[in-house]
């Protein structure tokens, strides 16, 4: 029988840049010409936005951020570490990535033999490693556990996709932030890797390509796409997962990989900053266990908190539900003027 880890984690991308533009998505926010006056200086925020962005236009959060950040991605590494895993699932989002407008599969199991991947060949920022153009990252994949979980899922009744190789993009944001996250310190990634597609971004990943809009396109229904599964939906299908990866002969590690709301996938903030008051109800039900409320929550109160990365954790939730694991530690770095709240959780084996 197989052991399960369950980890959730961030791959937000500005922790992958320099301090000085970690806010830089709220500044292309506050140059949108539909964005109301009032909300354009600070004295029209909230007070707790106020305080983050302070005298120096967010530069001190920043680096407050990035070391709360760092220090649970080092403390998840070193879980990972003592675990040993010989296989490490990851559940992410593609963002206009790998999947296009040629197919949009709901759930895509992506058993490569191995990933190789330049993250900042096209790259518009400074990575905060100042790693060149060409750096190059090599991962193992694992396709024999990648075809039992996908085999399993399917004989469970989840219409999964699966890929032996990339269509469009060697490896989506979600999943290779994940592992230089990971591997912040460079110290080398040797455990093979399953990402695990979920179109989360449903109605926004083609109309939007899956990133920041402007605010003039957020209410036209008639451009979106057809929606992501539903809560409910992934948290059966990360049950049935455990289920199959619980009777392989591998010790797995199940990781959800995502933030959580999104500023600039809320209208109903004007995209200035995520749903910190949805976040911090679903974080509570979180670390109580209570799983009953994540798989009853409904798609359309996650696409008004801008919460569609949370499908990921959905995935995880149901796991580790089958599991009857509740988190041993857990922990919300709140961010106003960064985008997007994080979470981390460990459910250890």
């Not at 998505?25 to 106020?50: K, S, T």
């Not at 206009?96 to 992506?110: A, G, M």
């Not at 024999?144 to 989840?158: I, N, Q, T, Y």
């Not at 993009?169 to 979600?174: E, K, Q, R, S, Y």
Request: charged share 25%; proline share 8%.
């Amino acid at each position: 029988m197989g052991a399960i880890l369950g980890l959730g984690m961030t791959h937000v991308p500005l922790l992958a840049g320099r301090d000085q533009d970690m806010s830089r998505i709220l500044r292309r926010v506050l140059q949108d010409p539909d964005l109301p006056e009032r909300y354009r200086r600070p004295e029209g925020w909230p007070e707790a936005m106020r305080r983050e962005w302070g005298a120096d236009e967010g530069l001190a959060a920043a680096a407050r951020h990035r070391d709360a950040l760092l220090a649970w991605c080092r403390k998840t590494r070193r879980a990972l570490d003592d675990f040993a895993p010989d296989v490490v699932v990851v559940w992410g989002d593609d963002q206009y990535e790998n999947f296009k407008e040629d197919v949009i599969p709901p759930f895509c199991v992506l058993a490569y033999e191995a990933i190789e991947h330049r993250p900042w060949a096209e790259a518009r920022w400074p990575n905060v490693w100042d790693e060149p153009k060409d750096a190059t990252f090599v991962y193992k994949g694992h396709r024999p556990a990648a075809k039992r979980l996908a085999s399993g899922l399917l004989e469970s009744g989840f219409d999964v996709s699966y890929a032996y190789r990339p269509l469009h993009h060697p490896l989506g944001h979600a999943f290779m932030n994940t592992l230089l996250f990971l591997d912040y310190d460079r110290q080398g990634f040797p455990y093979p890797v399953i990402p695990f597609q979920v179109n989360c971004y449903g109605r926004r990943v083609i109309a939007q390509h899956g990133t920041m809009g402007a605010l003039a396109g957020m209410s036209d229904e008639e451009r979106l796409d057809p929606p992501s599964p539903p809560p409910w939906r992934c948290f059966d299908l990360g049950r049935a997962a455990a289920r199959v990866l619980a009777d392989s002969p591998w010790r797995v590690a199940l990781i959800a990989s995502s933030s959580w709301s999104h500023a600039f996938l809320t209208p109903k903030h004007h995209l200035l900053h995520p749903d910190v008051t949805a976040d911090r109800a679903m974080y509570e039900t979180l670390r109580k266990g209570d799983y009953d409320a994540w798989r009853a929550t409904p798609l359309a109160a996650i696409e008004d908190s801008g919460q569609q990365e949370m499908l990921n954790w959905m995935c995880l939730a149901g796991a580790m539900a089958e599991l009857g694991r509740r988190p041993s530690e857990t922990t919300f770095i709140e961010s106003w003027i960064f985008n997007s709240n994080k979470v981390f959780a460990m459910f250890p084996a």
